[in-house]
């Protein structure tokens, strides 16, 4: 095999040049750093760098904080508003069938008697619509036992006050029923303030 000896000599010149760039490239780096390391740059640049860093990583961390305590007061005021009013409706509607209960129909005038009837029906309905909300609402597992117990009480609630002749011209005033009522909607109103309190 026969190599041109002026072609070798070109590639021995071109690697000597090669060589040379990469000398001149390395001292220019070495100056470039020495500059730097001497320079006032560094001397606040750092801190700056440093101090801004901290000051978004503070400003997440607020924002995710206060998102968070938001979602958690939004959650407890969602709890308390609905448990206030369910209170308020177990309390008028434990006045309503227990005094319902306690006397004859046919002692009642005939819009009295439906006046009651519906007003028992709708208040028991809200009454179930309230505690289904709660149960809705995100909660810690004893207020969700409460918010359980509240649901079967308040479903008790209803049998027990529709039950029998309700809505029979001819029912009789029954004791025993107005005294289950009272009870059934005592344990209701402990349930919801446990929702309210604990």
Partial sequence: MNIDPSLLQVIEESCH??????DRVLEQMQLITAALQSSEIDKWLIPL??????AVAGAMA???FSRLQWRITQRQNALSAGATELLSLITQLEDLVVNFWLVDASSMAGPVL???QLKIKSLLMLTIR????????????????????LAVLVSDIYDLATGDDF???HRKA????????????AEARSSVHK????
């Fill in 174 to 185: 029954s004791n025993p029923t107005a005294v289950k009522l009272a009870t059934q909607c």
């Fill in 195 to 198: 929702l309210l309190h604990f």
């Fill in 130 to 149: 309230y505690s289904r909300g709660l149960k809705s609402v995100k909660m810690t597992e004893s207020h969700k036992a409460s918010a359980d117990r």
């Fill in 167 to 169: 809505e029979s011209p």
């Fill in 114 to 116: 439906h006046g009651d």
């Fill in 62 to 64: 607020a924002y995710l």
């Fill in 49 to 54: 760098g440093v101090g801004f860093v901290s």
């Fill in 17 to 22: 040049r090669f060589g040379e760039s990469q």
